[in-house]
């Protein structure tokens, strides 16, 4: 399986932190929240990894290189100075998946074990789901019996942790695209499944959540 780690967003919430460094490069206990990931999924034994990058996106090549030195590869999907949106992001860099692939935000901090996750699925998604945080109280899918829909009560937030079909994106032309719409679209025709992860997750949105997950041990 491969990898696709969404990084190209401009993390407008997080200045001032991003008026010079892009969001995937600020740390956490000393690393960036980016190779936090990276090393997580390596454990699960993934060692091809796509990732996109935008504005500042230089500086994540940099940093991480083609990944030879950690053990991997790494190539990289250029959106230059307009980032393409989750889904827009997905779609431009299609060509390098032919198989199920994972799918994760450079921005969360997690302990995920990404070794549960499946290798293989015959839905066109599986969404991680966890409980809704206080900024994301009303959630955004509900889960039953391991499938998700949007059309009950006590619904839970997408992690942005996911495998995907490459067939789910099949139909959308490139540009810029948000995800959300095709997973409502896809669960409504219940296309979806997912688990529930009720572990550590963090959307790191704001300086002030990066701040708190710094001050824990």
Do not use: C
């Not at 860099?93 to 692939?101: I, Q």
């Not at 293989?120 to 829909?149: C, K, M, R, T, Y």
């Amino acid at each position: 399986m491969k990898a696709m780690i969404l990084a190209a967003g401009h993390g407008e919430r997080m200045r001032p932190l991003t008026d010079e460094i892009p969001k995937p490069l600020l740390e956490v206990h000393g690393r960036s929240l980016i190779e936090h990931q990276i090393e997580a999924i390596k454990q699960a034994g993934v060692t091809e990894f796509v990732i996109n990058v935008a504005k500042m996106g230089n500086q994540i090549r940099e940093k991480l290189g083609n990944g030879k030195e950690r053990g991997i590869s790494i190539i990289y999907s250029d959106e230059g100075n307009t980032p393409l949106e989750t889904a827009g992001g997905i779609i431009n860099a299609l060509d390098n998946f032919t198989e199920p692939f994972l799918v994760t935000n450079a921005d969360i901090f997690t302990d995920f074990p990404y070794q549960d996750l499946r290798q293989n699925i015959d839905e066109q998604a599986h969404l991680i789901l966890v409980d809704n945080p206080a900024h994301h109280p009303e959630g955004d899918f509900v889960l039953n019996n391991n499938q998700v829909s949007r059309t009950a009560a006590n619904k839970l937030t997408f992690s942005g942790i996911a495998i995907y079909r490459p067939e789910l994106f099949a139909d959308y032309p490139p540009g810029v695209r948000p995800l959300a719409p095709i997973l409502f679209d896809a669960a409504d025709k219940g296309l979806v499944t997912g688990q529930h992860f009720s572990g550590y997750w963090n959307d790191v949105g704001t300086p002030e959540r990066l701040h708190r997950i710094n001050q824990k041990k």
